[in-house]
């Protein structure tokens, strides 16, 4: 489950954004920017750490582990919502899919985890063309043991129950978590979700 030091941290994030008065001068509100990556350190497996392993089924229906992905470098993995209900999501995808030989000239695999079951996201696959890896973990089993569930949808008839929030993990080939790529809107009354990190800035950082 996600980690209680980031609910909090979220909750009191949300609380002041709520309740500062209007007409408080800029330089007094908190900074987004660091408010993000302060709740990135907490989110997911530490830099450095070693990652969760796992085998899923991709959009094929083929059992992929991360030593499948991982290019000489390692792998990235995009945690995302859904390909099928979740517009922002698949636009992103698609921007991987056209940067794709771009992550495997800089030496890492990629690969985009949702919960989607793996005949959606063939759908998905199909309907936009896509061949870079995508991954089903359906129960969020995956996604609990990264510690990266969205921990707004609790209740469990909600179609986003089960969701990561939207977050880039760089994995090197040895296991240990390299970069979290965390788009620095991920706090807010919006909560982010449609501000995704750029392909050009991860691709420049991990290069």
């Not at 408010?35 to 392993?53: K, Q, V, Y």
């Not at 390909?83 to 992550?103: N, R, S």
């Not at 990264?146 to 040895?174: C, E, K, S, T």
Request: glycine share 6%; net charge negative; aromatic share 8%.
């Amino acid at each position: 489950m996600i980690t209680r030091i980031f609910v909090r941290k979220l909750a009191c994030a949300l609380a002041v954004s709520l309740s500062a008065p209007v007409g408080i001068a800029a330089a007094a509100d908190p900074d987004p920017v660091a408010l993000s990556r302060e709740a990135a350190a907490e989110f997911g497996p530490a830099i450095g750490a070693r990652a969760p392993d796992f085998a899923l089924p991709d959009a094929h229906g083929e059992t992929r582990t991360l030593a499948d992905i991982a290019g000489p470098n390692g792998a990235v993995i995009y945690f995302n919502r859904s390909l099928d209900w979740c517009p922002i999501c698949l636009v992103q995808t698609i921007e991987l899919q056209a940067a794709a030989e771009a992550f495997e000239a800089a030496g890492w695999g990629l690969a985009v985890l949702t919960y989607d079951s793996p005949d959606a996201l063939a759908r998905a696959a199909d309907r936009r063309e896509l061949t870079l890896t995508l991954l089903s973990d359906e129960d969020s089993a995956v996604i609990d043991a990264f510690d990266v569930r969205d921990p707004i949808y609790a209740d469990p008839r909600h179609r986003a129950h089960g969701v990561p929030y939207p977050v880039a993990i760089a994995i090197r080939r040895n296991g240990i978590v390299a970069a979290k790529f965390w788009h620095e809107g991920g706090l807010g009354a919006e909560r982010g979700f449609s501000v995704r990190v750029s392909t050009e800035d991860v691709l420049a950082a991990l290069n």
